[in-house]
């Protein structure tokens, strides 16, 4: 078992490929902000090395855009892991318009369709409580 626990959050009414988007996406800031977490790499029978990947599960969680703004602040208030994805990312096309996107929106009001969160396990289980997982 983990001491850490890592949630991401994806706004059920999105479509599809902007639901896989947006949990890849978040799925990337995690690693970044958790080097530690990080296994090494993957060797097959004939020597091949592959990528390295996260050492433990991430759970996928379902909510509306109200439930995301409470996890958020709860999760900035547990001064845990925190990395958002909001929707006026989808009509950027680079990280740099993303940061600026993301700069103007309004905090009480932001706009999330995905969070995800990493923290103490106990922590991060009282952030995203009451959450369902994503079917």
Request: hydrophobic fraction near 45%; charge should be negative; aromatic fraction near 6%.
């Amino acid at each position: 078992m983990f001491d850490t626990k890592v949630a991401l959050v994806v706004r059920e009414d999105l479509a599809t490929w902007q639901k896989l988007n947006v949990v890849a996406f978040l799925a990337t800031g995690i690693a970044a902000s958790a080097p530690e977490a990080i296994g090494e790499p993957y060797i097959d029978a004939a020597d091949v090395q592959y990528g390295r990947m996260l050492i433990q599960p991430m759970m996928i969680y379902g909510s509306d855009g109200d439930a995301l703004r409470k996890v958020r602040h709860k999760a900035i208030e547990r001064e845990i892991t925190v990395v958002p994805y909001i929707e006026a990312m989808f009509s950027t096309g680079n990280d740099e318009e993303n940061r600026r996107v993301f700069r103007e929106e309004g905090v009480e009001t932001m706009n999330l369709v995905g969070l995800a969160v990493r923290g103490p396990r106990n922590a991060v289980d009282k952030v995203i409580k009451g959450l369902s997982l994503h079917l």
